[in-house]
């Protein structure tokens, strides 16, 4: 029987998703670039671009919440993400106020 590697996600806490992210991302990146579009459909993170345009906001404005702890980075290696979940909480919490 094929050993199964998946990972179930809400019994995670935000340094154990990060750090299986991580490894994720290290055995993708082992494949090659030419994974990339398979990477940007399956993980639930945005790019610094898709999350600055979903609030019209410049890279600049993204740094500085991430540096105010209003939105938290992914950094994996030299790029940066946004979880998904985490917008959708900010969008959310904007919309309450």
Not at 24 to 38: A, M
Not at 49 to 71: C, D, H, P, Q, Y
């Amino acid at each position: 029987m094929k050993k199964s590697n998946a990972i179930l996600i809400e019994s995670l806490s935000r340094k154990e998703y990060h750090e299986n992210l991580r490894e994720i991302v290290r055995t993708i990146e082992k494949l090659g670039n030419k994974h990339q579009d398979f990477i940007d459909s399956h993980i639930n993170l945005y790019t610094v671009e898709e999350t600055a345009k979903i609030f019209k906001v410049s890279r600049r404005t993204l740094f500085n919440w991430g540096r105010n702890k209003i939105l938290t980075p992914i950094c994996i290696g030299r790029r940066v993400y946004f979880r998904k979940e985490d917008v959708k909480e900010l969008i959310m919490r904007n919309e309450q106020k």
